[in-house]
């Protein structure tokens, strides 16, 4: 189960499920490929439901002269359809007032993830104040594509659209709002709310302390290196841990909502997760637990064999050094942290919910967030060495059945 092969396998069929977006096709499909997974090996089997946004744009453009050029809808729960807004064009990084604009945000170079990053909301919540009407922000980062971002559901970032625009795009835009030049944003498309799933799967075994394993499912987009390795070591621990573990109870528990800041870890930790008392250890497989790293040059990401480096193991401070041992050479993983110098994601949410013996893993890859995160992204050998590497983690903390 923790072959090379048997893991690649498992990202291959998470990625053929196409677009993860919270209870859209690719993530329902991928819920019943995983509760038909636990169910085979014994576990009690259920669904937990929620209400979740969505937006699909059939229209996201903006015309400037005779050129028509390519934006990406950024879904959030204000999102409307039937935009036909012509006005100016202003670059928002300035002093000035923006009244009746198209303000144009440029994002410094990073791979951004959500909305809710200070130095994303602030410019934006700049630009509205001093007036704009609308929002195109460049999302400047390594693939140059528009890359989507986190939102919280009860919190909207802006009453006005807001649509992202590929900075390898950007170039005529940009000069056309130096110069103040009118332009027509047109954005269509449908949205409303529909059902969100977290997958939950139960071994219980009387009077024996809860053991639990997380990992989120859903995304904006394909969401394969993003995601996929996180799911195929989250597959190889529940089919393994119920012979290794036969003196615990095992949850695990696959989150969808994810892009919606955390949703389904949120509604798992409040009425899931098991009370903290009875809790030996919670793992969580966050976003790039294992995903290729690339050379970055001039307009072209080279691949390497290698992982990512941009990743981080945060656990309980009396893990730090076993979990330094085991993960020694593994690019990013191989320095844990205590998560008390900051965690993020939903391993946040499990720490904040009172689980203090815990350990998580999270990042973001260069293609994170992005349409291009296919199966591309994943590099086999350190797919391997990160599952076998939770896997003795695991076997170092945890008394088990060899």
Known sequence: MFAPERLLADVRSYAEAGNKQSGGAGDRRTADWIAGRL????????????????????????????????????????????????????????????????????????????????AVREPIASAL???????????????????????AVDRPVSDRPIALLAPRQAAPVIEAARHGRAATLRLSGNGGMRVAENVIGRLARPARPWLVVSTPRSGWTDCVGERGPGIAIWLALAEWM?????????????????????????????????PTAETDFWLHLGANAATRDYQELPGRLLPLPSADPY???????????????????Q?????????????????????GAGYSRHAGVFGAHRHHHAVTDDLSTI???????????????????IPHQR
């Open 39 to 118: 169910a085979g090996w014994g576990y009690a089997v259920e669904r937990q439901a929620f209400d979740v946004p969505w937006f699909e744009a059939s229209r996201c453009e903006l015309l400037v002269g005779d050129l028509a050029i390519a934006l990406v809808a950024q879904p959030h729960p204000a999102a409307k359809g039937g935009v036909d807004l012509t006005a100016p064009l202003r670059l928002a990084d300035t002093a000035e007032r923006l009244d009746g604009t198209i303000a144009i945000v440029r994002l410094p170079y990073r791979r951004w993830s959500t909305l809710a990053d200070r």
């Open 129 to 151: 104040v001093r007036g704009a009407s609308a929002i195109v922000l460049v999302t400047t980062g390594p693939t140059g594509e528009a890359l989507l971002l986190n939102v």
């Open 311 to 329: 990743r981080f193991l945060m656990t309980s401070p009396e893990f730090v050094e076993r979990a330094r041992a085991v993960f020694k050479g």
């Open 331 to 351: 690019p990013g993983i191989e320095m844990a942290y205590a998560s008390a110098e900051g965690a993020a994601g939903e391993l946040a949410e499990i720490i």
């Open 242 to 274: 119920p012979r290794a573990y036969p003196r615990h109870s095992l949850l695990f528990v696959c989150n969808s909502g994810h892009e919606y800041e955390n949703l389904g870890a949120s509604h798992i930790v409040e009425t899931v997760g098991p």
């Open 379 to 397: 590099a086999l050998e350190p797919l391997a060495a990160a599952a076998r590497g939770f896997r003795e983690f695991l076997t170092a903390i």
